[in-house]
């Protein structure tokens, strides 16, 4: 199958999956969460119902416990004076308060006042079902132990269902014992109900529970807690919501049945606007289709034919000179033009292999070598000889001449005692530079152990892949620092960036960074001695990096030395170059230019010019 049948069917495929894909998720993500979105609003419009009529009950509390926390109304159960019923127990206090009903009764639940009040026909009335003479004493209405205690709920009556509430009676800072309560009631007939549907604005009716199938209570109710069942809905029908849910009496029994009509106005707009996604996926989907159709055989599929029938010719011919010369400057002329240098850059490279010996490989190796060799063995050399300069100070001829006199006989007793004075001091001497000698030959071991592991990994990496580990930058960079000579390391100060401690560890081949580091600490310090500095400072770096979706990890070497000049900066890491007078080959930036392409990384040179220090720049695979 060419490319341009591949992008025709995967285009197709990625418009036709996408319209699939949006169809699905709007028809099972998007417009359920509208019905839900619509049951949860619904509920909530029920329950706004439900807490309308918990309100009205709560302020005809507000207004029994009015009349409870007075001193008159605590005389009035104790003395039943006609006064306070004259004043109290009227239609006109009724009327204000808008209650059917207001109840006076004594702790043991004997009414001592009661009116009863028709609120359209101003006239009394009959409320059937309500003691008129005494409440039982385990009525719910009389529930009330403490003077703060307060009982609300709906009482069924022959009237129908009425909003009750009661408080305790007490005196007026509702204090001190309970001498009764005081129960207002308010009946929930058409007129409450219109007043509730325009507090609510929502359409709902209060009905008897079907005796046949009465709602199962979740939990027994508490006093005052008139909604205990579950939420019912029913949305068989594609216009309008029926909420409905059960209000339970004071015994906490279902009483009655509050049903909603709630129009489905949010499912509707959910189903138009899908109605419109869908139609405006197809309408795109096409267009988008033959848009990159078009676009894609001017701009991609045209000259990536070129291109492929081009490369496929160079690699069955095997010809190298032919060149393809697109001139476009989008990412496939780049891309060509690039094929055409690799070539060019391919044919040249075959040349030089050819050219190329084994043995210049070999003694380029060893020169590489034998060169971090001498960097390690140097300071070896030079705690050598300080060891010597240190022994060549004990007298040990004169040890001798002392011990032989004292050996003689014919040594006077002052003489004796001076000589034993000198083998003292002698000895003590002696003690001190075997000690620092000790101490020494450490360190001449340690060193020597060094020399021995870069021979010996050296030998190792010439036969197999270094070993991959876990490299920090502060600790390799104070190895590499020991292994500097002694007037090197004297003349420098090495300085940790910032960057280096976030870096944190990474998996390379340690050893051959290693010398890499040594090698780019001493070329720092000769910059230094090169202009004349008795101390300088070198700094060390590191950040993370991506370069062409690879992790890497960026080192920097910075000196205040000598510099490099502008011309020298791509020559540095050439085979032989050197800007050092005398011996020097030029082989260390080489090497370490070439160790560092070895583990997939790239060095580069950074300078503002001589005089004004230098930074070497190695980049490494974060992942070796």
């Given at each position: 199958?060419?490319?341009?049948s591949k992008v025709l069917t995967i285009v197709a495929t990625v418009v036709a999956t996408y319209g699939i894909v949006?169809?699905?998720?709007?028809?099972?993500?998007?417009?359920?969460?509208?019905?839900?979105?619509?049951?949860?609003?619904?509920?909530?419009?029920?329950?706004?119902?439900?807490?309308?009529?918990?309100?009205?009950?709560?302020?005809?509390?507000?207004?029994?416990?009015?009349?409870?926390?007075?001193?008159?109304?605590?005389?009035?159960?104790?003395?039943?004076?006609?006064?306070?019923?004259?004043?109290?127990?009227?239609?006109?206090?009724?009327?204000?308060?808008?209650?059917?009903?207001?109840?006076?009764?004594?702790?043991?639940?004997?009414?001592?006042?009661?009116?009863?009040?028709?609120?359209?026909?101003?006239?009394?009335?009959?409320?059937?079902?309500?003691?008129?003479?005494?409440?039982?004493?385990?009525?719910?209405?009389?529930?009330?132990?403490?003077?703060?205690?307060?009982?609300?709920?709906?009482?069924?009556?022959?009237?129908?269902?009425?909003?009750?509430?009661?408080?305790?009676?007490?005196?007026?800072?509702?204090?001190?014992?309970?001498?009764?309560?005081?129960?207002?009631?308010?009946?929930?007939?058409?007129?409450?109900?219109?007043?509730?549907?325009?507090?609510?604005?929502?359409?709902?009716?209060?009905?008897?529970?079907?005796?046949?199938?009465?709602?199962?209570?979740?939990?027994?109710?508490?006093?005052?807690?008139?909604?205990?069942?579950?939420?019912?809905?029913?949305?068989?029908?594609?216009?309008?919501?029926?909420?409905?849910?059960?209000?339970?009496?004071?015994?906490?029994?279902?009483?009655?049945?509050?049903?909603?009509?709630?129009?489905?106005?949010?499912?509707?707009?959910?189903?138009?606007?899908?109605?419109?996604?869908?139609?405006?996926?197809?309408?795109?989907?096409?267009?988008?289709?033959?848009?990159?159709?078009?676009?894609?055989?001017?701009?991609?599929?045209?000259?990536?034919?070129?291109?492929?029938h081009h490369v496929v010719r160079v690699g069955k011919t095997d010809d190298l000179t032919t060149r393809l010369s697109?001139?476009?400057?989008?990412?496939?002329?780049?891309?060509?033009?690039?094929?055409?240098?690799?070539?060019?850059?391919?044919?040249?490279?075959?040349?030089?292999?050819?050219?190329?010996?084994?043995?210049?490989?070999?003694?380029?190796?060893?020169?590489?070598?034998?060169?971090?060799?001498?960097?390690?063995?140097?300071?070896?050399?030079?705690?050598?000889?300080?060891?010597?300069?240190?022994?060549?100070?004990?007298?040990?001829?004169?040890?001798?001449?002392?011990?032989?006199?004292?050996?003689?006989?014919?040594?006077?007793?002052?003489?004796?005692?001076?000589?034993?004075?000198?083998?003292?001091?002698?000895?003590?001497?002696?003690?001190?530079?075997?000690?620092?000698?000790?101490?020494?030959?450490?360190?001449?071991?340690?060193?020597?152990?060094?020399?021995?592991?870069?021979?010996?990994?050296?030998?190792?990496?010439?036969?197999?892949?270094?070993?991959?580990?876990?490299?920090?930058?502060?600790?390799?960079?104070?190895?590499?620092?020991?292994?500097?000579?002694?007037?090197?390391?004297?003349?420098?100060?090495?300085?940790?960036?910032?960057?280096?401690?976030?870096?944190?560890?990474?998996?390379?081949?340690?050893?051959?960074?290693?010398?890499?580091?040594?090698n780019l600490l001493t070329n720092a310090a000769e910059a230094i001695g090169s202009v004349g500095k008795d101390r300088?400072?070198?700094?060390?770096?590191?950040?993370?990096?991506?370069?062409?979706?690879?992790?890497?990890?960026?080192?920097?070497?910075?000196?205040?030395?000598?510099?490099?000049?502008?011309?020298?900066?791509?020559?540095?890491?050439?085979?032989?170059?050197?800007?050092?007078?005398?011996?020097?080959?030029?082989?260390?930036?080489?090497?370490?230019?070439?160790?560092?392409?070895?583990?997939?990384?790239?060095?580069?040179?950074?300078?503002?010019?001589?005089?004004?220090?230098?930074?070497?720049?190695?980049?490494?695979?974060?992942?070796?």
């Open positions: 199958m060419s490319l341009r949006g169809y699905v998720i709007q028809s099972r993500i998007l417009f359920p969460s509208f019905a839900q979105l619509e049951r949860e609003e619904a509920t909530e419009d029920l329950q706004r119902c439900v807490r309308a009529i918990e309100r009205e009950i709560q302020q005809l509390g507000t207004s029994a416990g009015d009349y409870g926390a007075w001193d008159d109304t605590a005389q009035f159960i104790a003395d039943q004076n006609v006064k306070y019923a004259e004043a109290n127990l009227t239609a006109t206090s009724l009327k204000g308060l808008g209650i059917n009903l207001l109840c006076i009764c004594s702790l043991q639940g004997k009414v001592v006042g009661s009116r009863t009040l028709d609120l359209n026909t101003q006239e009394s009335i009959d409320i059937p079902g309500f003691p008129k003479d005494s409440f039982p004493e385990t009525h719910a209405l009389l529930r009330l132990k403490e003077p703060k205690d307060a009982v609300g709920g709906i009482a069924m009556t022959g009237k129908g269902p009425m909003l009750v509430a009661s408080q305790p009676v007490s005196n007026n800072e509702r204090e001190g014992p309970i001498r009764g309560a005081v129960i207002i009631g308010k009946l929930l007939d058409s007129d409450v109900i219109a007043n509730l549907r325009e507090q609510t604005q929502v359409q709902f009716e209060i009905l008897p529970v079907p005796p046949a199938q009465p709602p199962a209570k979740l939990e027994p109710a508490a006093a005052g807690d008139i909604h205990t069942a579950r939420v019912e809905i029913d949305d068989r029908r594609t216009d309008v919501l029926h909420v409905t849910t059960a209000l339970s009496d004071l015994a906490g029994t279902p009483c009655l049945q509050i049903k909603a009509a709630i129009p489905r106005e949010i499912t509707a707009k959910g189903a138009t606007a899908m109605r419109f996604a869908n139609y405006s996926i197809v309408a795109v989907g096409l267009l988008v289709l033959f848009a990159l159709l078009a676009s894609l055989q001017w701009s991609v599929l045209g000259p990536m034919s070129r291109l492929t697109m001139s476009t400057k989008d990412e496939i002329g780049i891309l060509a033009t690039e094929f055409d240098r690799m070539v060019e850059r391919l044919a040249e490279t075959r040349r030089r292999v050819v050219e190329q010996s084994y043995e210049s490989g070999l003694a380029e190796m060893a020169s590489g070598t034998l060169h971090n060799v001498r960097n390690a063995l140097t300071p070896v050399l030079v705690e050598i000889d300080m060891l010597r300069e240190e022994l060549a100070k004990v007298p040990v001829d004169q040890l001798n001449m002392a011990r032989q006199q004292l050996g003689e006989g014919s040594v006077s007793e002052s003489r004796r005692q001076e000589l034993n004075r000198f083998l003292d001091l002698a000895s003590g001497r002696l003690v001190t530079v075997t000690q620092e000698t000790y101490l020494k030959l450490d360190d001449v071991a340690v060193r020597a152990k060094q020399i021995e592991q870069f021979l010996s990994e050296q030998e190792v990496s010439s036969r197999a892949d270094r070993p991959l580990e876990w490299v920090s930058v502060d600790e390799l960079t104070r190895e590499a620092a020991s292994l500097l000579p002694g007037e090197l390391r004297e003349r420098v100060t090495i300085e940790m960036g910032s960057g280096v401690a976030a870096t944190g560890a990474f998996k390379t081949h340690r050893v051959c960074l290693l010398q890499v580091f040594g300088g400072t070198v700094t060390v770096d590191a950040c993370a990096e991506d370069e062409g979706g690879t992790a890497m990890i960026h080192l920097r070497v910075r000196d205040d030395g000598v510099g490099i000049a502008e011309q020298d900066l791509n020559r540095v890491f050439e085979r032989g170059f050197t800007t050092k007078s005398g011996s020097a080959r030029g082989m260390g930036l080489h090497w370490c230019a070439n160790s560092v392409a070895a583990m997939n990384g790239r060095m580069y040179a950074e300078s503002d010019g001589t005089g004004q220090g230098a930074c070497m720049h190695v980049l490494l695979p974060r992942n070796a």
